[in-house]
């Protein structure tokens, strides 16, 4: 008889220690859970954190681009005020927070990122715009005057260094017609200077023939 009390004290015993350990362990997975979660929202932000700066970095760049090239200040003014908004943003990763502090901040940051980077495409499409359409009117201005130095050649026949220089200015202009919407700033320029460079040649060959023959003229005249 005096058995069963002693194994009912030991089953009470023995529940009351499985209560307690699955309450511990319990606690030790919540607290594990709850730094797992902090370590991993931490990572989140501190990632967060790198790609803004990088993104920032990048529309600086853009907006000095855009400055230079003549954008328009309504355009490179909202890259300044977003960079700087962006700033103040990272500056609260500085201060201490709680783990559903952190995730916002880190949200917020992943949402500036994605407007500062549409912002830079923006502004590098307007610069390049830009760039492009005054690469097009230099080449327009290379090519106005070098239909002009054609035309003042024209009446230069007989001597080889003129026909050739000729043909060459003649193969540039009719390249240069060919350029379209589709042109670069680069290609725009590299035809501007190929057509300055066949006038060129064309204006001293020319030049020259004109100094042959009024030499040939004078001493025609002097005989």
Not at 16 to 28: E, I, N, P
């Amino acid at each position: 008889p005096a058995v069963r009390p002693y194994r009912r004290r030991r089953a009470i015993v023995l529940a009351v220690a499985g209560v307690l350990c699955a309450a511990m362990l319990a606690t030790v997975i919540t607290w594990a859970a709850g730094a797992h979660r902090a370590r991993t929202a931490q990572t989140r932000l501190d990632q967060a954190v790198a790609s803004l700066r990088a993104a920032d970095t990048k529309a600086a760049r853009a907006r000095r681009k855009a400055v230079a090239a003549g954008v328009d200040a309504k355009e490179t003014t909202a890259a300044s005020r977003r960079v700087s908004l962006d700033r103040k943003l990272i500056a609260q990763a500085d201060t201490p927070m709680d783990t559903r502090s952190a995730e916002r901040l880190a949200r917020n940051l992943a949402s500036a990122e994605q407007q500062t980077t549409r912002l830079t495409s923006r502004l590098d499409q307007a610069t390049s715009a830009r760039l492009t359409a005054a690469a097009r009117a230099r080449c327009r201005t290379a090519l106005d005057k070098a239909e002009q130095a054609r035309r003042d050649a024209a009446g230069l026949t007989g001597d080889q260094t003129v026909n050739a220089a000729a043909v060459r200015l003649d193969t540039a202009i009719k390249a240069a017609a060919g350029l379209g919407a589709k042109t670069t700033a680069a290609q725009w320029d590299a035809m501007a200077a190929r057509l300055d460079k066949a006038r060129d040649t064309l204006t001293k060959a020319a030049d020259a023939k004109r100094a042959a023959d009024q030499a040939a003229q004078a001493q025609a005249q002097a005989e």
